[in-house]
């Protein structure tokens, strides 16, 4: 009668040690479909960003600067740095088609780097240019109260001043991911190739106003 026990209980330990097992192989099938669902999920959204987003963005903003001269082609050559500890300037080298977007307040280039499709704002060396416009709103009779929230003219310092084809990398902002951008311009034609992986997507942008 003893044995008859022993022998079932070693038979209960088996079985359950089986049924753990089985369920230690489950859970990892369970994580690895997870695992392949999530890596599918990313791929799609990467495509997703590459094929509708940043396509998209770019029809904007060039819809936003099309007027005389708002929208150029530049070969983008450097990338100004600065080093946060010493102060030092450089400028990375650099060889990208960039779109340039040019308003009144403003000039912004659009470039892919490193993976990202990049949005480069610099504020124009005269903010206040337009102002006329301003001044025209108010008669005589109006009471205009300006309000100077300016530093002192000490510490007063000039916008600064660009060479064409660098841009400020202090400015740069990430859009969407994308891998590769050519631009190309006949007339008012303007022609973007975007990669993302390995589809290229195709953007073309038919522009209402000719060069300034």
């Known amino acids: 009668m003893r044995r ?41 959204a990467e495509a997703h960003n590459g094929q509708r987003v940043a396509p998209s963005y770019i029809r904007t903003m060039i819809r936003g600067h099309d007027e005389a001269g708002g929208v150029q082609t530049e070969r983008l050559t450097g990338i100004l740095r600065e080093n946060e500890d010493t102060g030092e300037i450089w400028t990375e080298q650099v060889d990208l088609d960039a779109i ?17 499709l990049y949005e480069c704002t610099e504020v124009s060396s005269d903010p206040y240019a337009g102002s006329e416009d301003l001044e025209a709103d108010f008669t005589q009779d109006d009471e205009i109260l300006l309000i100077d929230e300016t530093a002192p003219e000490e510490e007063t310092q000039e916008a600064p001043v660009f060479m064409p084809g660098v841009c400020d990398g202090a400015c740069m902002q990430q859009v969407c991911q994308a891998d590769e951008m050519t631009v190309e311009r006949t007339g008012n034609l303007l022609t973007i190739h975007l990669r993302s992986g390995e589809t290229w997507h195709t953007l073309t942008c038919a522009l209402h106003t000719g060069d300034a």
Request: a neutral charge.
């Open 4 to 44: 008859q026990k022993a022998g079932s209980h070693a038979i209960s330990g088996v079985f359950v040690f089986l049924l753990l097992g089985l369920f230690a192989i489950f859970a990892v099938v369970m994580v690895l479909l997870g695992a392949g669902a999530y890596s599918r999920t990313t791929e799609s």
């Open 100 to 116: 340039v977007l040019t308003d009144e307040t403003a000039v912004t280039r659009l470039f892919v780097y490193n993976g990202w």
